[in-house]
Structures are given as structure tokens and as C-alpha cells.
């Protein structure tokens, strides 16, 4: 076979420094088009992205060519430097960390339910449940002092 081809699809969720409310539905509005052109430039496709006041959840569809902390960390890097230059007075940043869960291509519709339901979904789970869930469900190993809002 003289090329080769993949489906590599992730789902990221991160969140704002200190678990903050930083993200106002004005600057989500514009943050996830924001982001599509990040992703665009790197090579990848945001298939989905939403999010709410304290953290966001990204479909992303990446190459294999690119690690996905090289991906999460230029959407991160990019993003915060937007966010600083139009949105804010005082200096925005992400947690220092990513949670990351592959996505198989037929799970891609559920997870784009998932992530466009966010705001209902968490009118009933905390951002904290809702990560210590996930990594659950993944079979994650984690330390839960890293999920509180300063770790």
C-alpha cells in the first residue's frame, strides 16, 4: 500500500485556570470558530466544540502525524492569547492539564450530542463529577488531588 490513512478522532476537555467562570456566552460564541481556525492551521478539523463558563469539550480530528499534546497544547496557547487580547483586562489562562479520550468513528455523533448539550448537562453534574465520571468510564487511572480546582 503506497499511502497511508487514518480516522483519529479526541476528545479534549479542559478548563479555565483555578476553575473560574471566565468564559461568558459572548466569548464562547466566538471562541469555538476561533479555535476551528487553530485546528485548520495545524493540520486537524474541530468536529465539535462547546463548552461552559469554567471549562470547554472539543471533538477534534487530528492527524497521526501530530501528538495529541502538541495539538491540545497550540489550541491551548492560542486560544488564551485571543482571549487575553480581546476579551480581557486581567491575564486568562487554561488549567495546566488536559483530560483526552480517543473517539471511534461510529461514537463521533454521541460525542457531538454530548458536547453540544453541555449547558443543559450541567445544570444537573459539577464539572469535577463530571471529569472524575469520564475517567472512569475510560478506565483512567488519576489522582484526585489533581481535580480540585487549584490542582
Not at 472539543?58 to 482571549?83: D, F, H, Q, T, Y
Not at 464539572?127 to 465520571?133: L, P
Amino acid at each position: 500500500m503506497g499511502s497511508s490513512y487514518a480516522s483519529v478522532q479526541y476528545h479534549v476537555v479542559f478548563g479555565c485556570k483555578g476553575r473560574t467562570s471566565a468564559l461568558t456566552p459572548e466569548i464562547r460564541t466566538q471562541l469555538f470558530p476561533y479555535i476551528s481556525g487553530i485546528a485548520k492551521n495545524l493540520g486537524c478539523v474541530l468536529l465539535d466544540g462547546n463548552g461552559v463558563s469554567d471549562h470547554v469539550h472539543l471533538l477534534v480530528g487530528a492527524p497521526p502525524r501530530l501528538s495529541i499534546s502538541e495539538v491540545v497544547g497550540k489550541l491551548k496557547a492560542n486560544a488564551s492569547r485571543w482571549i487575553n487580547d480581546a476579551w480581557r483586562k486581567d491575564k486568562f489562562d487554561w488549567q495546566d492539564g488536559y483530560s483526552v479520550f480517543t473517539v471511534g468513528f461510529r461514537e463521533v455523533p454521541a460525542v457531538r450530542a454530548y458536547i453540544d448539550g453541555q449547558e443543559e448537562h450541567h445544570r444537573k453534574e459539577s464539572f469535577h463529577d463530571e471529569i472524575a465520571r469520564l475517567l472512569n468510564e475510560h478506565g483512567v487511572d488519576y489522582d484526585p488531588r489533581y481535580l480540585k480546582p487549584n490542582g
